[in-house]
């Protein structure tokens, strides 16, 4: 083995360990420069890395629109095993409003396909009690969506102003959410807590 390298050292051929080592630093970049090159819009996800979302399938989004040459993939929410991810439905559902469309009516095919999914999430998790305040300075959107008058909108705005003002400091913070007047707060205020 020695013989062998010293025979490859002296032509100038670097050792097999350090070519391996160079090739495995070099394919991640390569990899991370083709993904840059596709022409695809992602759409708006919520803790998935940009990386994750170019690598699901057509068939983990909503709606997937094609126009000029440009694909617009829209409402990612199964991962990449094809599982259903309800937090990020929720989030889709949430930020519909958010999204632009290059066909607007594209917008209502994709909200009846996430709302059949919310639905059977929404049948099966709200026949059963809130036994305990849901801390909203942590509670994930498919612990809020649980609170009586709050639906996936208001869950994505309780989570985004959580997210600019770091954290509720009193139960009474969450007024300041847009949508969150008196009534709703009346609604929602024994079923919450900031700690």
Same mark, same amino acid.
């Given at each position: 083995? @020695?013989?062998?390298? $010293? ?5 100038? %051929?670097?050792? !097999? ?7 495995? /630093? ?18 708006l996800c919520q803790g998935w890395p940009d990386i994750k979302i170019r690598l699901l399938s057509d068939e983990s989004f909503a709606v997937v ?13 199964? @991962?990449?095993?094809? $599982? ?5 439905? %929720?989030?889709? !559902? ?7 469309? /290059?066909?607007?009516e594209n917008k209502a095919v994709s909200r009846k396909h996430l709302e059949k999914h919310y639905g059977r999430f929404a049948k099966k998790v ?33 989570? $985004? ?35």
């Amino acid at each position: 083995m @020695d013989h062998l390298w $010293e025979k490859q050292h002296r032509r100038g %051929i670097p050792p !097999l360990k350090d070519r391996v080592r160079r090739s495995t /630093l070099f394919v991640p970049f390569v990899l991370l420069f083709i993904l840059s090159l596709i022409n695809e819009g992602s759409g708006l996800c919520q803790g998935w890395p940009d990386i994750k979302i170019r690598l699901l399938s057509d068939e983990s989004f909503a709606v997937v629109e094609v126009a000029t040459g440009k694909k617009l993939r829209h409402c990612p929410h199964h @991962d990449l095993n094809g $599982e259903l991810d309800m937090e990020q439905v %929720i989030f889709c !559902l949430g930020t519909l409003e958010k999204k632009t469309w /290059l066909y607007p009516e594209n917008k209502a095919v994709s909200r009846k396909h996430l709302e059949k999914h919310y639905g059977r999430f929404a049948k099966k998790v709200m026949k059963s009690e809130i036994l305990q305040p849901v801390n909203i300075n942590s509670a994930r959107l498919t612990e809020l969506v649980r609170l009586p008058q709050v639906g996936p909108v208001l869950a994505v705005k309780i989570a $985004e102003y959580r997210g600019a003002h770091s954290s509720y400091f009193i139960i009474e913070d969450i007024k300041n959410v847009e949508g969150i007047g008196h009534a709703i707060f009346k609604a929602i205020r024994y079923y919450i807590r900031t700690d």
